[in-house]
């Protein structure tokens, strides 16, 4: 047999095949590692060499290479059957248990059976159109390229010699003129040539007749088709701070090159969900610059080229790359309250270069010393940080103005019964963790039953003290606003414990805005110097109309009443006024409006005149705080005891927001004093 003749038509495979049943049977080797394939592989090189045998054999199964040679020895060669005729039984050669149905460039190999110079030359002027196609594999045990097509079954074929051959970039026209690859009667050659261009087509023609002189002197017949996308050659990935480059060679004719980023741990997965670096066309190499520092990722490179205006794809060249870990610890991060009562909070932070950030949540916060430590990721439990403390809400990411990434955890709970919480994020990289900044926070009790009392010159703020608060602070806000948008810039008043129960309350003297506000009360506690603010409460103030007016009562030559004239002043200008009525009570100072009788009255001009006729009411065209300018006269004449004026409207909503301030008493008598 000549070396170059097909494995299985040479005669030796089959008394290897009866050694190594006989060594599986006898328990000296398992079945699962000494295969078929391996004999092939041997008797495919022609090495009898006993170490070069060893060589090609597994670990388990070298031993036995001495064996092997031995019966290599034993067995002649056969000569190639010089009728050359083709058995029709054949059945395509099938794959060894190794190999891999992938498209990759092939290497030299000289033609099995009749040299090319015998054939008939090709005269055939129609074009041809080959029916059947070529399959390309990839033998995992050689790395060779295995080209298989179906047997030819044409009438008058008792012998059939295929001829297969190649053309770069565009397909042969004739088998003439092609790259010869091989001849051979079986239904499959192997290609070791290296890529010349983009695109390598292959074509298998067929010879065929009754014998082997007529099999040669027959018009050869277009068989089968194939096409070969040439991939890169010497593919080297390197990592250079936590940028992956990637070198090779890219094969001339080839459009681009399709890049494929897969993490190690996903490797056996494919997809274009996996390309990257889309916007170019990688010719010269590439380099990727997403990569997340401290990972494992295996690189896939095909090459593009247009087949028959359809961009094709060629096989992967693979590699395994490891980006260098950088841990950087979390120095920022941030924790807010997303609910009125504490109860919930909300967590933020820099996202670090390189890993992902895992936040814990503990009573007593890490062991002393830990912050910016590096240690295994397993043994964060001994400082502390067993995996039980590990928050589980899910994160999100956005990039804020200056570029940064910044990273959320929203809706963390508050534990019940903590009164303190550690906050502790750590980064991990490739097993090892580093310990950020904690951010430590305690948790005061709810500020409830908040109350502002109105007096005539002070309002006073009372509310059940929360727990654990070291003291309350109020902000001044517009009124309606929501303390979610911020205080910041508000003015506010502070308030101890001590002081609350020294005075009853926070005392709000000649502080709130005349015409309303609203009052944010936040309870303050204090951890590592820092204070930290609770839950806010917040009521609304309404503001407050503060009204004087000034009577005096005009008496005749017996001491007796007959008028009274009345002027009103404001604490701030006002167009108009609410109604008022004057009271006369002849036994006491009136109590309400309705404690006594309405007194009528009527404005007076310029003059001092009546300038409308009586009525009870009293209602000044506008309140200013010079007060004088509009008199009301009052008609007093045989009433006796005090009279008194009153805010006349049915609305309790509306006196609570004006205080009507008295006069001396004696200026509201109508009877003289007694001696």
């Not at 060779?144 to 008792?158: H, Q, S, V, Y």
């Not at 001396?664 to 009877?671: A, D, H, K, Y």
Request: overall charge negative.
């Amino acid at each position: 047999m000549t070396e170059h003749q097909h494995v299985d038509d040479d005669p030796r495979l089959r008394a290897l095949l009866d050694w190594r049943e006989q060594l599986i049977e006898s328990g000296a080797v398992e079945a699962r590692s000494f295969k078929e394939a391996h004999l092939r592989l041997v008797l495919r090189s022609g090495r009898t060499d006993v170490e070069q045998i060893r060589a090609m054999l597994p670990g388990s199964v070298s031993e036995h290479a001495e064996e092997m040679a031995q019966v290599l020895a034993r067995l002649s060669p056969k000569a190639i059957d010089e009728s050359g005729r083709h058995r029709s039984t054949d059945a395509p050669a099938e794959p060894d248990a190794e190999a891999e149905a992938v498209v990759l460039p092939a290497r030299p190999q000289a033609a099995q059976g009749p040299a090319d110079g015998e054939f008939a030359p090709h005269a055939l002027t129609e074009a041809q159109v080959g029916a059947q196609t070529v399959t390309l594999h990839r033998r995992r045990d050689t790395g060779a390229l295995e080209l298989r097509w179906p047997a030819f079954d044409g009438p008058g074929a008792a012998v059939v010699l295929y001829r297969l051959v190649s053309g770069e970039d565009s397909p042969p026209e004739s088998p003439d003129g092609a790259d010869l690859v091989a001849v051979t009667t079986a239904t499959s050659a192997i290609d070791e040539r290296a890529p010349l261009a983009a695109v390598r087509h292959f074509q298998v023609w067929v010879n065929a007749g009754e014998s082997h002189t007529e099999a040669l002197a027959a018009q050869p017949l277009l068989h089968a088709t194939g096409v070969l996308i040439s991939r890169i050659a010497d593919l080297t990935l390197s990592e250079d701070s936590g940028r992956v480059i990637g070198q090779y060679t890219v094969p001339p004719g080839v459009s681009a090159v399709y890049v494929y980023r897969v993490p190690a741990h996903e490797a056996h997965r494919d997809g274009p969900q996996y390309r990257v670096l889309a916007g170019q066309d990688n010719l010269a190499g590439f380099v990727d610059v997403d990569v997340e520092r401290g990972g494992r990722y295996v690189y896939r490179a095909r090459c593009a080229a247009p087949v028959e205006g359809v961009l094709r794809l060629s096989e992967p060249a693979s590699g395994e790359v490891a980006v260098s870990a950088v841990l950087a610890p979390v120095t920022d991060l941030a924790v807010t309250g997303s609910s009125a009562d504490g109860t919930v909070l909300d967590l933020a932070w820099t996202t670090p270069p390189g890993g992902r950030v895992v936040v814990f949540r503990s009573q007593t916060g890490p062991a002393p010393g830990t912050e910016a430590a590096e240690l295994p990721e397993d043994a964060l439990d001994q400082v502390g940080l067993p995996s039980e403390l590990r928050l589980a809400q899910p994160i999100s990411e956005e990039r804020d103005e200056d570029g940064r990434i910044r990273t959320a955890m929203a809706g963390v709970s508050w534990p019940d019964g903590w009164s303190r919480a550690y906050f502790t994020p750590v980064t991990l990289i490739g097993g090892q963790a580093m310990l950020g900044k904690t951010f430590a926070t305690v948790r005061t009790g709810v500020i409830r039953d908040v109350e502002l009392a109105e007096y005539c010159n002070k309002q006073v703020l009372t509310f059940d003290w929360p727990d654990g608060a070291a003291s309350v602070v109020v902000y001044l806000a517009p009124k309606g606003h929501d303390p979610r948008d911020g205080l910041g810039g508000s003015q506010s008043y502070e308030i101890t414990l001590e002081e609350y129960e020294r005075y009853g309350g926070m005392q709000l003297a000649g502080v709130l805005p005349v015409h309303g506000c609203s009052l944010h009360l936040a309870p303050v506690a204090f951890t590592a110097g820092r204070r930290v603010m609770g839950a806010v409460a917040s009521v609304e103030y309404q503001g407050l109309l503060r009204l004087q007016y000034a009577v005096r009562v005009g008496r005749d030559p017996q001491g007796r009443p007959f008028t009274a004239t009345i002027a009103v002043r404001s604490e701030y200008d006002l167009p108009g006024s609410p109604a008022f009525v004057l009271v006369n009570n002849p036994h006491r100072i009136p109590l309400s409006v309705h404690d006594g009788e309405p007194v009528d009255v009527a404005p007076l001009n310029e003059q001092g005149q009546l300038a409308a006729p009586p009525s009870k009411e009293l209602r000044w065209s506008q309140l200013t705080t010079s007060g004088g300018s509009e008199l009301w006269a009052a008609n007093v004449r045989n009433r006796q005891g005090w009279i008194r004026l009153f805010v006349n409207t049915p609305a309790p909503a509306s006196l609570r927001l004006i205080a009507l301030l008295d006069p001396p008493v004696e200026n509201l008598r109508l009877t003289p004093a007694g001696p």
